[in-house]
């Protein structure tokens, strides 16, 4: 500060954070010193679906990301995972400034193995822990057997099976 002044101000400049930082900002003169602290507002995050999906072989769905605010600065980038390698999604997923949702698609690999299995998805922020949602990917199942009901031996017999 100029001699015989008692104030000064100064621009802080932020950059854009996925969840609310602190910092700490330091102002001395002669050998006194003041410290304030800076919160950085930032942007939270809900999943839809929000828990559980169950994606068919050879099908897909849409997982959308919901911002609590719309993005500022360079948007807001999310780290997207598998924990089963049947499940197929975009390693990550850029929501652009001025957007306040995004979405990505997830496919489920064709499966002859009868039963379900699962996978979980993770979806992350910057530094933030993940969010969670869990996929049930069924295999082929037997749905149903159908057939007419009597017969006469020696003749055909029309009937359907149906699969998951």
């Not at 390693?91 to 379900?116: E, H, K, M, N, V």
């Amino acid at each position: 500060m100029p001699g015989g002044t008692l104030g000064a101000s100064r621009t802080v400049s932020t950059t854009p954070v996925a969840t609310s930082v602190a910092a700490t900002i330091t102002a001395r003169s002669a050998g006194a010193q003041v410290r304030a602290t800076l919160v950085v507002q930032g942007v939270s995050y809900q999943l839809s679906p929000s828990s559980r999906l169950t994606v068919a072989p050879g099908e897909s769905q849409q997982v959308r990301v919901l911002l609590s605010r719309v993005a500022q600065g360079d948007g807001v980038s999310f780290t997207l995972a598998s924990d089963n390698p049947r499940l197929s999604l975009p390693a990550s997923l850029q929501i652009p400034a001025g957007q306040d949702r995004g979405s990505f698609t997830i496919t489920a690999a064709s499966r002859s193995a009868p039963g379900i299995d699962r996978a979980r998805v993770s979806v992350t922020a910057g530094a933030d822990l993940p969010q969670t949602i869990d996929v049930d990917l069924p295999g082929v199942d037997l749905r149903s057997v159908s057939a007419e009901p009597s017969v006469t031996a020696g003749n055909p017999i029309n009937g359907s099976v149906s699969l998951w």
